[in-house]
């Protein structure tokens, strides 16, 4: 089954600490995976993809295939990054493409 | 450049009524797709347009629910009759060609079904 699966609903940390939200996936076929982020009052926007090995925002995601997971990691936490944060696997099923997203982990930032 | 917007924002009907949901996507985007939160679960795939086709309809959740983009240029989404457990919020997406990575998402429309 094409599935991901994030963990938290809601994770709170302290300003300057470090942050990490979990995403593990179930795919057989070679996963495509993306951090959509949703701020207060905005719209649901692409945060970062595995495939640019980017870093945006100060926030990084390492594709691991041998357990699955895509976990979104910041060192030092600020304020302005609470928001949703929704992890997507992008499959591929006879040459379309469908989006698959987690439930979404909270993430709030205390000063 | 104008985002992808979505027409009405909200929406508050009774159950059996009918409601028709709109998106506009980005101008020249061949892709759109719509999706629906339902309170505490998963963003969940709905369908995907190539332009005016239906390239993927495998999450639409039955035949109350229809989709269209004449013309290939907006969308819409009509839910006939409604039911309570129709209520979430209803999300459309545009992006450029099937390689780009990048999904534009609109708004919203937050509907409830009372």
């Known amino acids: 089954a094409q599935r991901v699966t994030q963990p938290e609903k809601l994770l709170s940390v302290f300003k300057g600490a470090p942050v990490e939200l979990k995403c593990n996936y179930s795919?057989?076929?070679?996963?495509?995976l993306f951090w959509y982020v949703q701020y207060s009052r905005q719209r649901l926007q692409l945060l970062l993809r595995?495939?640019s090995r980017e870093s945006i925002k100060g926030f990084t995601a390492d594709l691991n295939k041998g357990e699955t997971s895509f976990h979104l990691k910041k060192p030092f936490a600020q304020e302005e990054d609470s928001a949703m944060y929704y992890c997507?696997?992008?499959?591929?099923?006879?040459?379309?493409?469908?989006?698959?997203f987690g439930t979404g982990t909270r993430l709030k930032v205390l000063a | 450049e104008a985002g992808v917007t979505q027409f009405p924002s909200h929406s508050v009907i009774e159950k059996g009524q009918t409601v028709t949901l709109r998106c506009d996507p980005i101008?020249?985007?061949?892709?759109l797709y719509w999706y629906r939160r339902v309170m505490g679960k998963e963003i969940k795939f709905l369908l995907h347009?190539?332009?005016?086709?239906?390239?993927?309809e495998s999450g639409m959740p039955n035949n109350r629910f229809l989709a269209e983009r004449t013309g290939g240029t907006y969308s819409t989404l009509k839910v006939q009759p409604a039911e309570l457990e129709d209520s979430g919020v209803y999300f459309c997406?545009?992006?450029?060609?099937?390689?780009?990575?990048?999904?534009?998402f609109g708004p919203g429309t937050r509907l409830t079904v009372l």
């Open positions: 997406a545009s992006s450029q060609d099937l390689l780009s990575h990048t999904q534009y």
């Open positions: 101008s020249g985007h061949d892709n």
């Open positions: 997507a696997l992008r499959t591929t099923t006879s040459g379309t493409y469908k989006y698959i």
């Open positions: 347009f190539v332009k005016e086709s239906k390239q993927d």
């Open positions: 595995h495939i």
């Open positions: 795919y057989s076929g070679s996963p495509e």
